[in-house]
């Protein structure tokens, strides 16, 4: 039986502010144990919260990137209950009237691009960390107060490829705006699901089962697929689907049921009297709003429009924001007013020389000048596209310009027509089947030569012209 | 004449003059401490070698629910033994820049601030200086019955629904509950956020104005501060209320009033008339409502705010084989009766079912009781009401009945509801000797009229001047 | 308003504080007076009337975000009832 797949997921979010949410303690990651911490991101007694002036900031730029109403008057609430990473035993959340509502997130998967809805974005307070030991647990504070938003989209989405997409555009979004890590393995990033399976012709919902324990995109993806599977073979034997929270185990590749003895828990939301609430103006809206960074989407359909790149070139440029910028850099510098060579050179060359590196075009660090520098000397013809690729190589490990180099490991192109003769008359020599195939008629075996000829010359014959030579000769 | 017998701002030109030191004070105090402690127990966990933190101007004392760095703060309450704060409350930081210094010791109060008696301490009660078998009233009875029994020069005290002002009252002394957010509450350890503030319990009225202008300002660690300038409260002691116009507001004087309180509250305001006030009576509809809004919205914020007191980082912590009966265990066994009652009642009338019919109802009566001030704020400079129905009760009279209990917060209770500022001040005794106070309610902000009348009043009375003999 | 033993009970559980079942008792019967006397508001008309949840009329409370030092570690952890190195131990969290 088929059935339709409901999916919604809320995503916890890490702000990169300096400061935690209540407090100035820093929020670096990786700090040895309780070293950042204090009285107010402790709960001790006595303390009092005072909020972050950025993480607001930020909480409205994010909103506003993800086409959300900003809410002129919104207020934090205490969401209460028990447990030991929660030092206040509360956690200082949004209920009722949340920073914003209703905005939508577009992803592109297939033909046409689909709008998922988000409910809510709002802002909140991490929890710290706690480790289990065989017969205690140990608890670390440090993470405790980071500012968290918490992004939740309507149940609009209908496949597990859908909620990757949804995902990957969230995040590209978001570091976009440079407001956070956006990193699911260093935790700046959770991701909680919910899943439900109808058959086509209900207009219900079905049971929602909540899934939790995934550390990447992927797992987010497989965790949804087993679901999907699980849940159908249960309907289609008859049997009831069980209104739970599951984990995803990543060895075993299985979602597990969370056995937990309470029912839903009743967190008793009432409006933190700790903190008054935030009248934020239309003006001030606005004001963010004109400053917002150009969207990733703003700057492919401007790539294409004035620097006349394809469609494709341009997802591949703008994927990254950093990356999109040292592109534009590099576009910018280049002298010819037709983009298409370092373009190519971008996600040719470059591309795959960051790929090989782990790394991204922008992290390679080679100052847009030398790269144009590189392709100048191309177009002189001074070196072959074959060595350029080598010095490009020697330029990202040495960090020395391209004329150095081809100066020092001497790439520099043969075109003086007496070496070229003197490699020629030895490719000929050796490669007597090839010339036979040439003065038969066979065309392959001129670019057979001609790379014959390149290799003896260790990429410095200039191919044109020993493709001329070999012409003339052999015709 | 003994050092600790004398008001803050005497003891300030004895020092002024070279008549005396800071230590001559601290050591004066301690031997009163020493003398008459183990009767009244105004003070826990005495520790004389302790002393004053700084040797320096006039030492306040400090009631047990406000943070001192290094020095145990501990609510009087089993949950928070041997708690240490690695901080120090706003006001402590404050008295410190301004030339003054704390007793180290503190003093006693109701448990987490619960109560009207100071009978829910875990270190016993206090006793009332005036009659040692009655209560000082509570929370801030130890702090009251200090500055009564002239164990203390002045002190610090916090109000959340009267437990400045009532205690003062019973103990013959001056208290006064600011303006919501007009001194830092960063430090004092939370009871009911939306209503509690910290206040100077004091001889007279000039201490009080000086101890005001001591604490008060915006702290930028307390986000319900106010940022509003703090005017010198002195200049407020001047002795003239012609002019002035005072609301007696009617439904404060109804059935329950204790007879010899209405008569001397009577007489009182005679005495405002005769010095050319002009005393007339105002409704405040709601005021029936306010000891269920308070017992609703305190509680509900008491029982968020004592979650913390879970056995994990600091205090008492019960023996368990699991987290769960940790919590449990150290909670049931930490906490008091009075304490266990009140995080329950709170976290009843906040829970799934019960919010909108309790919780979000009280805090809509609440803006009604807020708007029956405003309304009569516009015609009127003041209002003057009992502080407490009934003069002090017997030790353990009313501690087996926590509805009556409550019900003896009724004068108070509205001030903190509506955030306004509450001064109560001697005005007589009962016939067997016991103290009774006036309360003085103003505006938002208004403590500088407050000032003005109750030092009028005081300079033409001599009920300041008399002392309980123990 | 009628709040029964359960209920308390229940109550008690989301407050995390064990009763005894003498305290139980006392607890249910002094709490259903107390709320006896709080149904008075149900006397009160607040149609049309807000909540007061916040008693100032202040708004937009914000701080730089600047970092101060953290508490010392052994600050931290003076007052913790267990400590083991630089956490507080708890005692197994069983699901």
């Known amino acids: 039986m088929k059935y339709d797949t409901v999916i919604g997921l809320e995503v916890h979010l890490h702000l990169n502010t300096k400061t935690k949410a209540f407090c100035a303690c820093s929020t670096e990651f990786g700090s040895i144990a309780n070293f950042q911490t204090c009285p107010v991101c402790l709960g001790m007694p006595g303390s ?84 289990h030991k065989e017969d205690n647990s140990l608890v670390d504070f440090n993470r405790t107060g980071i500012p968290l938003l918490e992004i939740v989209s309507e149940p609009d989405m209908n496949s597990p490829e859908e909620a990757h997409s949804y995902l990957t555009e969230l995040k590209s979004v978001l570091e976009y705006l440079d407001v956070s890590d956006c990193d699911m393995e260093k935790g700046s990033l959770r991701c909680d699901a919910n899943i439900s399976l109808k058959k086509p012709e209900d207009k219900k919902l079905g049971v929602k089962v909540e899934l939790k324990n995934m550390n990447s995109f992927k797992a987010v993806k497989d965790a949804l697929n087993y679901e999907v599977e699980r849940q159908a073979q249960l309907l289609d034997e008859g049997k009831t689907i069980g209104q739970e929270t599951r984990l995803w185990d990543t060895e075993k590749s299985i979602t597990v049921s969370m056995r937990t003895k309470e029912g839903a828990q009743d967190y008793r939301y009432f409006p933190e009297p700790d903190l008054p609430p935030f009248i934020i103006s239309k003006t001030t809206v606005e004001e963010i709003k004109s400053k917002l960074p150009e969207s990733g989407r703003d700057k492919l359909q401007r790539f294409v429009r004035e620097y006349g790149l394809t469609n494709y070139d341009a997802k591949i440029l703008v994927s990254n924001k950093k990356d999109a910028e040292y592109a534009e850099k590099c576009i910018k510098a280049y002298p010819e007013s037709d983009k298409k060579m370092v373009v190519n050179w971008l996600v040719g060359a470059m591309l795959s020389e960051a790929n090989a590196r782990n790394s991204s075009i922008a992290a390679l660090n080679i100052p847009e000048n030398n790269l144009i520098s590189l392709l100048v000397s191309i177009q002189k013809q001074e070196i072959s596209n074959l060595s350029a690729k080598s010095v490009l190589s020697e330029m990202v490990s040495s960090g020395k310009a391209p004329l150095q180099i081809i100066k020092e490991k001497n790439f520099a192109q043969i075109s003086d027509a007496g070496e070229l003769d003197k490699i020629v008359d030895e490719v000929i020599k050796d ?45 | 004449m003994e050092l600790y017998t004398l008001t803050a701002h005497e003891l300030l030109k004895k020092i002024n003059k070279g008549e005396a030191k800071t230590s001559d004070i601290v050591t004066s105090l301690f031997d009163r401490i020493k003398e008459v402690n183990p009767k009244v127990n105004s003070y826990v966990r005495i520790n004389e070698a302790e002393g004053a933190s700084a040797y320096s101007g006039i030492p306040v004392s400090i009631k047990d629910n406000i943070c001192t760095k290094g020095l145990n703060t501990e609510c009087c309450s089993k949950i928070l033994q041997g708690f240490k704060p690695p901080y120090e409350a706003t006001v402590i930081n404050k008295i410190h820049a301004s030339g003054n210094c704390i007793l ?34 509570g929370s801030s009875g130890g702090s009251a019955a200090a500055v009564a029994a002239d164990e203390a020069i002045w002190a610090l005290g916090s109000d959340t629904g009267g437990s400045i002002r009532q205690p003062a009252s019973f103990c013959g002394v001056v208290g006064l509950k600011p303006t919501y957010g007009r001194v830092s509450r960063y430090g004092l350890i939370a009871f009911a956020s939306s209503l509690d503030q910290i206040g100077p319990i004091t001889k007279d009225v000039e201490d009080s104005a000086l101890l005001m202008n001591i604490i008060s300002g915006h702290d930028p660690l307390d986000s319900t501060s106010l940022n509003i300038p703090v005017p010198d409260y002195t200049r407020s002691l001047v002795n003239d209320i012609k002019g002035i116009k005072i609301g007696i507001p009617k439904e404060y004087f109804i059935e329950g009033l204790d007879n010899e309180v209405k008569n001397t509250i009577d007489e009182a305001l005679n005495k405002l008339r005769s010095l050319g006030a002009e005393v007339k009576p105002v409704s405040l509809p709601h005021t029936e409502y306010a000891v269920p809004v308070y017992y609703i919205v305190a509680t509900a914020e008491a029982s968020s705010n004592l979650a913390r007191f879970d056995g994990v980082q600091y205090g008492f912590r019960a023996e368990s084989k699991n987290l769960i009966e940790m919590y449990k265990k150290t909670r049931g066994e930490g906490f008091g009766e009075e304490a266990k009652r009140r995080i329950i009642l709170g976290t009843f009338v906040l829970s799934h079912g019960y919010y ?32 407490s129905p009934t003069p002090a009760f017997k030790i353990g009279e009313k501690v087996n009945d926590p509805l009556k209990m409550y019900l003896s917060d009724i004068c108070t209770i509205s001030a903190n509801l509506a955030g306004i500022p509450g001064l109560s001040i001697p005005c007589g005794f009962t016939k067997s000797g016991l103290p009774i106070g006036m309360q003085i309610l103003g505006k938002p902000l208004g403590e500088e009229m407050l000032f003005q009348i109750a030092h009028t009043y005081e300079q033409n009375t001599e009920w300041h001047k008399l002392k309980p003999k123990i | ?38 149904d008075k508001l149900k006397e009160a008309d607040v149609e049309g009337v807000m909540p007061t949840s916040h008693i100032l009329p202040v708004n937009n409370v914000l701080r730089e975000d600047i970092v101060k030092p953290s508490l010392p570690v052994e600050e931290v952890l003076k007052n913790a009832p267990n400590r083991q190195g630089n956490f507080f131990a708890v005692p197994k969290i069983i699901e």
């Open chain 1, 431 to 475: 490669n007597q089947k090839s010339v036979a195939d040439l003065k038969a008629g066979k065309e392959n075996a001129l670019m057979f030569l001609v790379g014959q000829a390149m290799k003896k010359s260790k990429g410095k014959g200039n191919p044109k012209l020993l493709q001329e030579i070999f012409k003339r000769r052999l015709s």
């Open chain 2, 356 to 387: 909108d019919a309790y919780y979000l109802r009280a805090l809509k009566v609440r803006t009604l009781i807020k708007n029956d001030f405003d309304k009569v704020f516009k015609d009127f400079d003041c209002l003057i009401t009992p502080t």
């Open chain 3, 1 to 38: 308003m009628a709040i029964d033993k359960n209920t308390v009970e229940y109550t008690a559980h989301l407050a995390r504080i064990e009763l005894g079942q003498p305290e139980l008792e006392t607890l249910s019967k002094q709490l259903h007076d107390i709320l006896d006397f709080i």
């Open chain 2, 104 to 137: 180290k010791t503190k003093t006693n109060m109701d448990e987490f601030a619960f109560g009207s008696s100071t009978e829910n301490s875990y270190f016993k009660p206090a006793h009332n200086p005036w009659n040692l078998e009655y209560v000082p009233g």
């Open chain 1, 48 to 131: 009092l919260p005072v909020y972050n002036k950025v993480a607001l900031d930020y909480a409205i730029k994010v909103a506003l990137a993800l086409n959300c109403t900003v809410q002129e008057y919104t207020k934090f609430d205490r969401k209460n209950y028990f447990y030991p990473d929660l030092p206040k035993n509360y956690q200082v959340s949004q209920y009722d009237l949340p920073l914003s509502l209703s905005g939508f997130l577009e992803i592109e998967l297939g033909a046409k691009p689909k709008r998922i809805g988000i409910t809510r974005v709002h802002m909140e307070e991490d929890a710290g960390k706690l480790i």
